[in-house]
């Protein structure tokens, strides 16, 4: 197989404005079926990117378009349906977050994909960013000592502030919406990313601002009621006193502090928020007994920022060379039910535990 053949269902603002243009740019990938409920538009998209095969029915293009992988952009309530769909009629699977809403849902993917000997890669793509796995690298190789905290900024000042579409930002706070599932998703990869499975979880969680106002674009002064917790602090517990904090907010308007922060026995790791490219994605700082040296340093390797659709050439590199994809649908699953525990811990005012590990 020279190129993976891609069915891509959901024709929304991420896969138009980033994985079909930027999967057109691979060698080991190519886009053969895109489907979307919207037919004149799914027509419109697949002629302006050059696609053959164009669908308004999923089960349709799962009969009828000759592909080996399936790359989800739907709206998240769709996300398992038509994973699972994709897993029963042999394809693999690239899903956008969350790939499932539960644990037993993800569980059930997770099996399917087994079962039938099919691939999964799953979003966010933090573990597939060369900054992140370096932290990892040196982490895990001692550099910091014992690991006691991690603080990992998940939070902006909500969608209505920063409106960067022209699309109504009301559904984000919302039943299905909240920075919960849009941002502290992003932290919990990293986090448990870093340092793997945690023990148990505790939150505090509720609405901060009861009532937005859109600051620009189509809908510029509209007010919108919260209806969901926009402000949301999620505290893991990793065992051996190792804990991590990660904030999940839309109150934050604006920050200069790091987005992680790693800190242990003999060093730390800043994430550095990276405005300019030739910024060092963090720097390290090292209290090193044997050499007698303290002191800060930033990591000499040029480390080149990752986009959003290497989460597909890692599938596709997977099936081409037959091993597992980076991204696996068991740490998003761990993700999973740690933001399914958070609001019941911090109703409760409990620590739940956690069981699923990766
Ligand atoms: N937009 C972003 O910046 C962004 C960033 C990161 C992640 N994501 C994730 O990507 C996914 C999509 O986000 P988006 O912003 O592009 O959403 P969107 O609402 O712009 O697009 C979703 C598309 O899916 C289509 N769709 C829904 N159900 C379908 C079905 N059953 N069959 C066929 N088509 C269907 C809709 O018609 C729509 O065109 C979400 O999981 C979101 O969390 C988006």
């Known amino acids: 197989m020279a190129k993976v053949r891609l069915g891509l269902v959901g024709l929304g603002s991420i896969a138009i404005g980033q994985y079909l243009p930027q999967i057109a740019e691979m060698a080991s990938a190519e886009v053969v079926a895109v489907c979307d409920v919207r037919e004149a538009w799914a027509r419109e998209q697949a002629a302006r990117f050059g696609i053959p095969g164009v669908f308004n029915d999923f089960d349709r293009m799962l009969e009828d378009a000759p592909f080996d992988a399936l790359v989800n952009t739907a709206s998240i309530p769709a996300h398992f349906p038509l994973n699972l769909k994709a897993l029963q009629a042999g394809k693999h699977v690239y899903s956008q977050k969350p790939f499932a809403s539960t644990v037993e ?110 600051r620009s674009g189509a809908f510029d002064g509209k007010e919108i009621r919260t ?24 109150c934050v308007k604006a920050t200069q502090g790091p987005g992680l922060e790693v800190y242990g026995s003999a060093g730390t790791i800043l994430g550095a928020r990276r405005a300019r490219p030739d910024e060092p994605p963090f720097e390290l700082y090292r209290d090193d007994l044997h050499l007698g040296l303290r002191g800060w340093v930033s990591p000499i390797l040029r480390l080149p920022r990752v986009r959003q659709a290497v989460g597909v050439e890692d599938l596709a590199g997977a099936i081409l060379a037959d091993r597992d994809p980076v991204l696996t649908p068991q740490h998003a699953r761990h993700v999973i039910e740690i933001m399914n525990k958070c609001l019941p811990a911090a109703r409760q005012g409990c620590t739940l535990p956690l069981e699923t590990t990766f």
């Not at 690298?137 to 690991?147: D, H, M």
């Not at 006691?148 to 902006?156: A, D, G, I, M, Q």
């Not at 941002?183 to 986090?191: A, E, F, R, T, Y």
């Open 227 to 250: 209806e969901v917790d926009d402000n949301t602090l999620i505290m893991l517990d990793f065992g051996q006193a190792t804990f991590a904090v990660i904030d999940s907010s839309y």
């Open 105 to 214: 849902e993800a569980t059930i993917l997770i099996e399917e994909a087994a079962r039938r000997g099919l691939k999964m890669s799953v979003s966010p793509i933090h573990m597939l960013r060369p900054e992140i796995q370096e932290m990892r690298r040196l982490i895990q190789g001692g550099a910091l000592g014992k690991v006691s905290l991690v603080r990992c900024r998940s939070s902006h000042g909500g969608p209505e502030y920063f409106q960067y579409r022209d699309a109504d930002p009301t559904w984000f706070f919302q039943p299905g919406g909240g920075p919960l599932l849009d941002m502290g998703v992003h932290g919990l990869h990293q986090v448990t990313g870093l340092l793997g499975p945690a023990k148990s979880v505790t939150c505090l969680s509720g609405v901060s601002e009861a009532v937005r106002t859109v």
